[in-house]
Structures are given as structure tokens and as C-alpha cells.
């Protein structure tokens, strides 16, 4: 590299992070605060979910969001603890307490660096259009039924004006963009249903009911477990499945945001950004996290776009934790309620519904089927796992049925020959249609003694296929009949001369490709 090229290098690398940072900076502080607001009783949500204290999934959140500013691979996603995880730690901290959460936790950190290390983000090819979807549409209902325990009347605190708060939030959520955009609704309907709530001292739930907010800052700490190998066989098997979830929901929703913003994103950085604000989380006591969809469309939709929205958001949290704790346990519930019903409406794929009568019914069966996992079972990976392999099941079933076989017969000087001609893929999943399709010559109701077989407009994928091949060669021959293989690709030759078993020089009969 020479001294121009590189600092051209290094000129770009800082615009870049400029631009990242500082590109955006009102709308990215301000899009913050609202996501810091609704993060509050979400962590204390999956903090109660996990079965350990509200500081836990608190300072998580501050951590992760603050450590993912700078170590992420996607500008304007929100990271923090999440529900995706913590209901795989219950086991856990039930059976042996939070301190081996906590080194659950930094090992979770371990794995996602490896996973970045391995470039695992590139499994991400193989989650089709109609998975992101059905995991788009299946998290906006979660989304909505974690807000019903809230507009459930025979719950406390919920009553006539929680509903009337909550429409009426919607409405300046909704409306307010219309009169200005100087402030994102959001807040404003936080901050104008807050005073109201005050003034008439209206009998809702606020933020304080959901669990006591911690006081004063988190702290520097190491788990305290024993180094031993019994430790690492108990915490394992949890690392390696909070890493896998985290490291899932972070991609689907780093994509989502591609798509919202109409921008890219650096996925294998993301995987290890994940893993080292994993472990600085619970390095301060927090528990394991990864992206939220709900407050990234928050901060989306608020008009969050650089690194800044994102420590924002758990720079305010933090500060709102230790000098704003009394008032912020004063915001009513209502207003963060309309907040995250404007998410799950705004997250919803509302196209996919009058989409399910044009796209093709397996594309539509994949993304409701992944929408029904994921809701059934509240498990997003299951959700996708299962949206990815009927995506796989659907995408073989329409190569195998792009395959056919046709047979000329001829007649030479040289005698008679049959020559069947294949067209296109030849792998584990058509490979019993290409050995029907040329069974033995002599049962034709008019047999040659010569038999080509021609397969230029054919490919073998797979050692299944040259299996096949072999398979169909000796067939004819102890039927009888010569056989010559013509047409063979370069990649299908290949694989011909290092797996194919008949006549092994192969030559003879053209099975394998001439020096």
C-alpha cells in the first residue's frame, strides 16, 4: 500500500466514523431518550422473567447499549436485554443462582466472538425473504400480547383511563409528526400523558409498580463461581444457546434495519461487537442481551440513525437510573403501552397479507408457518429454524421437478443407438428420477445396442449423483448394451474421476475426462 493509498484509506475510514457518529446528532439524542424510556419496563419485564433482580436486566441495558455504540456492525440499532434470552437463563438461575448467570453470560460473549471469528453471519444467505417476514410479523404480535397484562381490566391499575391514555397517546403519537417533527412523538406523548397523570393524579400503573429501579451506579465485578471444569459443563450448554439466539436476533433485526433505512451493515462485525458488550454486560452485573427489534424501530421511526441514538439510549437510561429515578417511576405505563403498539403496528408486514394470494403458496405456507412457531412456542430461533428448513424442503422439491430426461432412437450404419439427453440438476434430490428415467435399455419397447448418454445440459452436484451415474451405466452394460457418457461439465468430470466407481480408468466409456 502506498502513503497515498493509504491515507486516502484512512481520510475515508474517518469520514465514515464522523458520519456515524456525529451525522445526525439532534434526532439521534433525542430518538435515544424515548428509547430509553420504553426500555425500562421491558428490562424489568425480562429481569422478572429470568428470575432475578430488576438491576440485572437495568445495567444490562445500559452496558450493552453504551459497549454495542461502538463495537456494533449496524449504526442506529438498539441492543440491551431481551426476553429471547432470558427465558433460556430460568433454568439456570433457578438451579444454581445469578452468579453463574453472569459467567453464562461472558462465556455467550466467548462463543459470539468465535461465531464472528468462523464468519457464521454468512448462514445468513440461507434465511430466505419469507423467514424475515414471518419473523417480522411473529415478533409484532409478541410485541402487542406483551402489552395486553396492561389493558387487562380485571388486572390492578387498570381501568377507563388507561385505555383512554393509551388512545390518546396513540393519537399524538400519530397526529403530532403532522403538526412538527422537531420532537419525535414518542416523547411527546411520554412527557404530555406524564403531566397529565401527575396533575390529576390519575389511579394507573406507572413504571415504579413494574419493580424497583436500582439506586446508584453498576459496578466492576467477576463472577463468583469456581474456576473448575464442572463450573464449564453447567454453564456451556446455556452459553452456547444464548449465544446462538442473540446472535440470530441480532442479524434478523440488523436486516430489518438495512431494509428500514435503505443501508448496509458490517454483519461479522455485529457478531463480535455482540460478544464483547455481552461480556462487559456482565462484567457489571448485568445479564446477556442482544438486538431489539421493538426499540430499534423506536429509534428507527424517531429518527435514530447513527451509533450516537444508540449510547444515547443507554447513556439516558443509566442517568435516569441514578438522578431521575423518582420521576421516571412516575411515567405511566399507558403512555410506554401506546409506545409499543405503535411499534407492533409500524413492525408489521402488512403487505404479506393481501401478498398470500399472489406470492406462491410455499413462500406463503413459510412465512405462516414461521409466524405460528415462533407465537406458539415465544422461541424465535425454533421459529426460524423451522422457517428455514421448510424453506430448504420447498427449494429441493422445485429443483428436483426441474429435471427431465428425453430418448431419441437412431439408426446408423453402425446399428442402432438410443440416446438420452438430461436437462438440469442431477443431485441427492433427483436422483431417483434420473435412474427411473434411464432404466435398462432392454426393456424399451424398441432397445438399441448403443446407448448415449448425453448430459451437456446437465450438472452433478453431489457424489449422490455420480452414484447415480455409475448405477445407470452398469445397468445398461449387464443389459447388454455399450455406453458412452458425453457432455460432462468440468466440475461434473471431477467429480466423475474422483468418485466414480465403473470401469474405474473410465475413459473407455467416457466417464471420466480425457488428459
Sequence with gaps: MTPSTGAHAHASTAARWKSEWFGNVRADVLAGIVVALALIPEAIGFSIIAGVDPRVG???????????????????????????????????VRDHGVEYLFAATILMGIFQGIAALLKLNLLMQFVS??????????????????????????????????????????????????????IPSPLVAIIVLTCLSLWLGSPVNTVSDMGELPQGLPFFMLPDVPLTWETLAIIAPYSLT?????????????QIVDDMTHTGSDKQRECGGQGVANI?????????????????????????????????????????LVL?????????MPALVAIMIMVSIGTFSWNSIPNLRVHPWQSSMVMFVTV???????????????GVLLSGIFFVQKVMHMFEVERTRTVTEEGETATYTAHGEIFFGSVARFEA????????????????????????WDISAIGALDKVVERMRMHGRSVQVVGLNEASADLVDRHGATDRTGVEIGLAPHP
Excluded at 452 to 459: G, L, S
Aim: aromatic content about 6%; some cysteine.
Design 58 to 92: 437495568l445495567y444490562a441495558s445500559v452496558a450493552i447499549a453504551m459497549v454495542i455504540a461502538f463495537t456494533g456492525g449496524r449504526p442506529g440499532m438498539i441492543s440491551a436485554a431481551t426476553a429471547a434470552v432470558a427465558v433460556v437463563v430460568v433454568p439456570l
Design 437 to 460: 428415467a434411464l432404466g435398462p435399455e432392454s426393456l424399451q419397447p424398441d432397445p438399441a445396442d448403443h446407448v448415449i448418454i448425453d448430459v451437456t445440459r446437465a450438472h452433478f
Design 242 to 254: 444464548m449465544a446462538a439466539v442473540g446472535l440470530l436476533e441480532s442479524l434478523l433485526t440488523a
Design 372 to 386: 405460528a412457531v415462533v407465537v406458539f412456542t415465544h422461541n424465535l430461533a425454533i421459529g426460524v429454524l423451522v
Design 129 to 182: 425473504r419469507s423467514v424475515i417476514t414471518g419473523f417480522v410479523n411473529a415478533l409484532a404480535i409478541l410485541i402487542f400480547m406483551a402489552q395486553l397484562p396492561q389493558l387487562d381490566p380485571t388486572n390492578e391499575g387498570v381501568n377507563w383511563i388507561t385505555f383512554a391514555m393509551v388512545a390518546g397517546g396513540l393519537a399524538m403519537i400519530y397526529l403530532v409528526p403532522k403538526l412538527t417533527t422537531a
Design 280 to 320: 462487559v454486560a456482565a462484567l457489571f452485573g448485568g445479564m446477556g442481551g442482544c438486538a431489539m427489534i421493538g426499540q430499534s424501530v423506536i429509534n428507527v421511526t424517531s429518527g435514530g440513525r447513527g451509533r450516537l441514538s444508540t449510547f444515547t439510549a443507554g447513556l439516558a437510561l443509566l442517568i435516569m
Design 324 to 332: 431521575l429515578g423518582g420521576i421516571v417511576g412516575q411515567v405511566p
